[in-house]
């Protein structure tokens, strides 16, 4: 992280214009997201790896190896990565219910373990903001989570 803030430096010295993204990849960003929120906790389980593979699939509409090509790729991406603007930046062109999908499957990529760790939590608040997602939309999508999870009533 810390040759990532000196590289950081030595562009904004340079005089780079950092708002530009010559190598913008959207699918990427996403598969970025997905990992941040679950490495947040420091500890990633079977259960967050697979909820990733399938959630990106679902977002992307691809297949579950192309997908699962995309998280390998992003795990590297995300741990040399400074910021989440980094891939947050790539992602304001996104139609407002293709944004609230996104941060609806973090919040579960966060739940696949049954616990929403509040470093999860934060991923994703923050994530919400840098995407304009309002936060009665942010709200909505961890309660639809957290809805799905619940065992239905016996009657």
């Known amino acids: 992280m810390l040759n990532s803030i ?10 780079h214009d950092l708002s530009k993204h010559d190598n913008a990849d959207p699918n ?22 697979q909820a990733k593979n399938t ?10 190896e192309e997908a699962a090509e995309l998280i390998a790729r992003a795990q590297a991406k995300s741990r ?7 891939f947050t930046s790539q992602l304001r062109e996104l139609s407002q219910a293709a944004r609230f999908d996104l941060i609806k499957s973090m919040w579960e990529v966060a739940n ?4 929403i760790d509040p ?4 991923v994703i608040r923050k994530t919400a903001e840098l995407i304009y997602v309002d936060h ?11 809805d799905n999870q619940k065992p239905s009533p016996k009657n």
């Open 112 to 115: 696949a373990d049954g616990e």
């Open 28 to 49: 990427l960003a996403m598969a970025c997201l997905l990992c941040e929120v679950a490495n947040a906790d420091h500890k990633t389980d079977e259960a967050e790896t």
């Open 136 to 146: 009665s939309e942010f709200i909505r999508a961890k309660l639809q989570v957290l």
């Open 80 to 86: 040399q990565s400074a910021s989440l603007y980094e």
């Open 119 to 122: 470093l999860e939590d934060a």
């Open 6 to 15: 000196s590289a950081l430096f030595k562009q904004l010295v340079e005089g």
């Open 55 to 64: 959630l990106l699939a679902r977002l992307l509409d691809t297949s579950s």
